[in-house]
């Protein structure tokens, strides 16, 4: 049962599908803008910008946090929106239930910065994080929602083969993993996704790629040797296009030794706890994330 709360931002994100005739970069990175304008940030959430490594970053905490504990967290927006500006809320509530330090990179975008742009950057950032800052692997998360949560599996992929300890865990909020858009949940989820269109998934995708193969194991980690990650949760709902790109990465990633969470939200919509502020269904999932990350992050 979805809550009330809940129907009304499936409403709102309903009417800006509507609105938009055609997918465009401007239209996709001003929604995201607007979406995340709506909500006030809490006075007790302290943002501090940083040079990660070469990429622009933000270390967001929150009130008790343990210092030594580090999320790096990557956003979504599939490679061509998103921004610091637009995850603020989410990252700090992680921050919050996790008590630990999180730190968000804005990195680079399609189509100015196509693939494997964001890769780097989000490779160079985990680098920066361990040999430049000090902080362990046994005490950093990887996480990201959308394409974020694509980049974050294909970020561990590209850190494992270049021989770099990995995190402790990982997270993925309704993962995009199939550039190739060939998750049967393209179509049969169609007509309950109020967020992300088949049509506007594939023009994300073509500006990403650039003409790279859509199966390309680190811009599509659904395809790649999952082998030695480390504990991954992935969290979907049941209402959006990109359920199957988290079911068959689950199963692919568990057929690979991964222990891994898979948990399936009914009736939830794409990253829905990015709408914690005003959501019951968004509170309850970050509850949920903070506990996964407490399973690892000890006193």
């Given at each position: 049962?979805?809550?009330?709360?809940?129907?009304?931002?499936?409403?709102?994100?309903?009417?800006?599908?509507?609105?938009?005739?055609?997918?465009?970069?401007?239209?996709?990175?001003?929604?995201?803008?607007?979406?995340?304008?709506?909500?006030?940030?809490?006075?007790?959430?302290?943002?501090?910008?940083?040079?990660?490594?070469?990429?622009?970053?933000?270390?967001?905490?929150?009130?008790?946090?343990?210092?030594?504990?580090?999320?790096?967290?990557?956003?979504?927006?599939?490679?061509v929106g998103g921004s610091i500006k637009t995850h603020r809320d989410l990252v700090a509530r992680i921050s919050r239930?996790?008590?630990?330090?999180?730190?968000?990179?804005?990195?680079?975008?399609?189509?100015?910065?196509?693939?494997?742009?964001?890769?780097?950057?989000?490779?160079?950032?985990?680098?920066?994080?361990?040999?430049?800052?000090?902080?362990?692997?046994?005490?950093?998360?990887?996480?990201?929602?959308?394409?974020?949560?694509?980049?974050?599996?294909?970020?561990?992929?590209?850190?494992?083969?270049?021989?770099?300890?990995?995190?402790?865990?990982?997270?993925?909020?309704?993962?995009?993993?199939?550039l190739a858009c060939t998750g049967k949940s393209m179509k049969s989820k169609a007509k309950s996704d109020p967020f992300?269109?088949?049509?506007?998934?594939?023009?994300?995708?073509?500006?990403?790629?650039?003409?790279?193969?859509?199966?390309?194991?680190?811009?599509s980690p659904l395809y790649a040797n999952l082998q030695g990650l480390p504990p991954m949760l992935i969290l979907v709902?049941?209402?959006?296009?990109?359920?199957?790109?988290?079911?068959?990465?689950?199963?692919?990633?568990?057929?690979?030794?991964?222990?891994?969470?898979?948990?399936?939200?009914?009736?939830?919509?794409?990253?829905?706890?990015?709408?914690?502020?005003?959501?019951?269904?968004?509170?309850?999932?970050?509850?949920?994330?903070?506990?996964?990350?407490?399973?690892?992050?000890?006193?």
């Open positions: 049962m979805v809550s009330k709360e809940m129907e009304v931002i499936i409403k709102l994100l309903r009417e800006f599908q509507a609105s938009q005739i055609e997918p465009s970069v401007e239209g996709m990175r001003n929604g995201l803008e607007q979406l995340s304008s709506m909500i006030k940030l809490p006075k007790d959430v302290k943002c501090e910008p940083v040079d990660a490594g070469g990429v622009p970053a933000e270390w967001i905490t929150t009130p008790g946090v343990v210092s030594r504990h580090v999320i790096l967290y990557l956003h979504g927006g599939g490679y239930v996790s008590r630990a330090r999180v730190l968000i990179i804005d990195y680079q975008l399609a189509p100015e910065h196509p693939f494997p742009a964001a890769l780097e950057d989000s490779v160079a950032a985990y680098r920066w994080l361990v040999s430049t800052k000090g902080i362990s692997p046994d005490n950093l998360i990887v996480a990201g929602d959308s394409a974020g949560g694509g980049l974050t599996v294909a970020s561990l992929v590209k850190l494992r083969d270049e021989g770099v300890a990995l995190p402790a865990a990982a997270i993925c909020l309704s993962p995009w993993t199939d992300i269109t088949s049509e506007s998934g594939k023009f994300m995708a073509n500006l990403y790629l650039k003409g790279v193969d859509p199966c390309d194991p680190l811009a709902g049941t209402s959006e296009i990109l359920l199957d790109d988290s079911v068959r990465l689950a199963k692919r990633a568990k057929a690979s030794g991964v222990d891994v969470k898979l948990d399936i939200w009914e009736d939830m919509i794409h990253v829905f706890p990015a709408f914690a502020e005003v959501t019951p269904e968004g509170r309850q999932a970050i509850e949920k994330i903070g506990e996964f990350i407490q399973k690892f992050f000890t006193e």
